[in-house]
């Protein structure tokens, strides 16, 4: 247990909620695309967290219990396309339908905010460990 | 026989060292404050005091240990379930501020064993 695990566990939580900024970025970049690779509109995509040990074999109990974080997969949400009627739009189908993203630009909008507020808890933690080791640091002067 | 100054470094260097650790407790806490069904974990000081308090006396160097967990392995306690939907337990504000004020108990233990140590360097003639 020192100063570098608690910058690990800290470092681990800033790439999770980088990862969760970039694929809000990325919902919100195609929040119009029609057309995929794999075939019709994107769908908007999810981040999934998981709790990770962080402990070395030969570890504390205290280090055994201790969790990073880490990104497991990156999700497709399920939930429908929305279709609208634009009949003379290239993808559309013989009804003259289109279907558009599952994204919603409030939907991800919120998520943004909430994922760099987690983003700067993290940053704290590691300015506070900071200081804690520059008072360790001072103890030997 | 008390030794100048050794019993109050001994101290500190039990309350740094959970504080420490509680720093990286609450480290991970705040790192999975979005991850799904994780519970919040906590060292709790009062854990820590009684189990020094309660240690027994060895009268003989054959005697093992007994009463009282060791202060250098604390107890991790589980907090509740989260009421989140996604099962998470974890107020980001309240541990911001647990792990600020863990902190700062930990650099004011960091300054008061600066100054122990600068009162035994005086003692022996090197301050």
Redesign the interface.
């Known amino acids: ?3 570098s ?2 910058m690990d ?2 470092t ?2 800033l790439r ?2 980088r990862t ?1 900024m970039t694929v809000t970025a990325s919902n919100i970049a195609n929040a119009q695309t029609t057309r995929t690779e794999e075939g019709g509109p994107y769908r908007r995509r999810d981040p ?4 990770s040990r ?1 402990a070395q074999p030969f570890a ?3 280090e055994q ?5 880490s990104v497991s997969r990156i999700a497709e949400d399920p939930r429908e396309p929305v279709t609208r009627y634009l009949p003379h739009h290239p993808d559309s189908n013989e009804d003259g339908y289109v279907e558009f993203p599952n994204v919603n630009l409030v939907e991800e909008q919120a998520n943004l905010v ?2 760099s ?2 983003f700067q ?2 940053l ?2 590691m300015a ?2 900071k ?2 080791s520059e ?2 640091l ?4 | 026989m008390p030794s100048f100054g050794g019993e109050a470094i001994n101290a500190l260097q039990t309350s740094m060292r959970f504080r420490m650790a509680r720093e990286s407790v609450l480290a991970a806490n705040i790192a999975n404050a979005d991850t799904p069904g994780y519970r919040r974990r906590d060292l709790s000081f009062e854990g820590v005091l009684s189990s020094t308090r309660t240690q027994m006396e060895r009268t003989h160097s054959g005697h093992l240990a007994a009463g009282g967990g060791d202060v250098s392995r604390p107890r991790v306690e589980l907090g509740p379930r989260g009421t989140r939907p996604d099962g998470n337990g974890v107020d980001l504000d309240q541990e911001l501020v647990a792990a600020n004020r863990n902190a700062g108990a930990f650099i004011d233990q960091a300054n008061v064993l600066a100054r122990v140590s600068a009162l035994v360097r005086t003692a022996i003639g090197q301050g």
Do not use: E
Not at chain 1, 48 to 51: G, I
Not at chain 1, 65 to 69: A, D, E, G, I, T
Not at chain 1, 138 to 141: P, Y
């Open positions: 247990m020192d100063m695990d608690i566990i800290a681990s939580g999770a909620q969760r999934v967290f998981n709790a962080v504390s109990q205290l219990k201790l969790r990073s974080v909430s994922a507020r987690s808890a993290n704290l933690v506070k460990v200081s804690m008072a360790l001072r103890v030997g002067q």
